[in-house]
């Protein structure tokens, strides 16, 4: 993770140079992700070349704000979301999810279980209309080190009724959630948006405030269909609020397979379909439909979280390979966006 020996790590605790882990077992010691975090924190300051240990930006480089949508339900923008979120603060990004959706499925995998004890601010409360929070106080450090969130609940579903009432052309609807993410944008390096399965007023705001797009699509006929539908629809919309001001300019647009199931016929022609239609609009890497994410959605948690050697380790190694292959390639085009080379 840290992209060091064993041997160099022996040295650095030999040194003291970073803390012992806390849990040590018959010689072997054990790292928290938090203790990979804070010995991040530590090597930079020492390291002979910037961000070898904190990748994140400097100078002038943009924060990316990526946004994971698609009207339809299940096409998995919400496990993308936390899985791209995980990866990306496992490498020592500061990393904001935000979720646009009322349902709060990232909330929850985000540990704050919003039907429940949850009744503190959410990204409604940063863009409402009336007296809105700025968003410094509704982004909450989560357990996962690296990761914040901007949680949702049902509440933010009256972001689409207001809008629908609103006009106030000083701040229309497309601007808040740029607005809001330009109050805490100096605390991070990506952020991380899921979306609603709507093109509503919530997933337009978004759109408006992203620097690149992901269109996570399951292979199957009915959502390709779907998507162009969705696509059109989306163009549609992007025209209107452009003529209103908006400017809509981004880096990447790309469509990410998921639930890709490599032996199965039909859905690997429909795959091919789309790489022969939208060529290197489609991400080369793809999320495998596999238990081990399943399994570990179940249970909120992400391929990341999981015990290796509580599950059928092929599986594992297959899922958690694939979403790393995504999690890379995104990580690559926000190096190019950076004008990284
Ligand atoms: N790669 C995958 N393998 C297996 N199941 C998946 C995978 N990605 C998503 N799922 C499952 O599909 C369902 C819908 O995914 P979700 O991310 O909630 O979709 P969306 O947010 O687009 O509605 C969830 O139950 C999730 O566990
Ligand atoms: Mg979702």
């Known amino acids: 993770m840290l992209g060091v020996s064993g041997q160099f790590m022996r040295k650095l605790h030999a040194e003291n140079t970073i803390p012992e882990p806390k849990d040590v077992r018959g010689g072997r ?66 990393v904001l999810a935000v979720d646009l959706d009322p349902q709060g499925s990232l909330t929850s995998m985000c540990g704050i279980s919003p039907e429940i004890e949850f009744d503190g601010l959410t990204v409604y409360d940063a863009i409402r209309y009336d007296d809105p929070v700025s968003m410094a106080e509704v982004v909450v450090p989560t357990y996962f080190p690296g990761l914040s969130i901007a949680p949702a609940r049902l509440l933010l579903s009256e972001f689409e009724t207001e809008s629908a009432v609103h006009s106030n052309p000083d701040q229309p609807f497309f601007t808040r959630i740029r607005n809001a993410l330009a109050e805490v944008e100096n605390d991070f390096d990506i952020v991380l948006m899921d979306s609603p399965p709507q093109l509503g007023f919530l997933t337009i705001a978004g759109m408006a405030a992203a620097s690149s797009l992901v269109v996570p699509l399951t292979p199957s006929m009915l959502d390709v269909s779907s998507t162009a539908q969705f696509l059109e629809l989306a163009g549609a919309y992007m025209g209107v609020i452009e003529e209103a001001g908006a400017k809509l300019q981004y880096d990447n647009f790309k469509f990410l397979i998921t639930r890709d199931e490599p032996t199965d016929v039909p859905s690997q022609q ?45 599986t594992y190694d297959r899922a958690k390979g694939s979403m790393d292959a995504v999690g890379r390639e995104v990580e690559v085009m926000i190096h190019q966006a950076w004008g990284r080379k």
């Open 270 to 314: 429909l795959t091919s379909f789309m790489r022969a239609l939208f060529q290197d609009r489609v991400m080369s890497a793809t999320a495998l439909k596999s238990t081990a994410i399943s399994d570990a959605t179940m249970l909120k948690q992400s391929i990341y979280e999981v015990v290796r050697s509580e599950m059928t380790r092929g």
């Open 29 to 94: 010691r054990h790292y928290t992700a938090q203790e990979i975090w804070d010995a991040r924190q530590v090597l930079e300051k020492s390291s002979r070349k910037k961000g070898r240990y904190l990748p994140g930006r400097s100078g002038d480089e943009k924060l990316q704000v990526w946004q994971l949508m698609n009207f339809k339900g299940g096409s998995s923008k919400s496990t993308t979301s936390v899985h791209l979120a995980h990866y990306f603060a496992l490498r020592g990004y500061r």
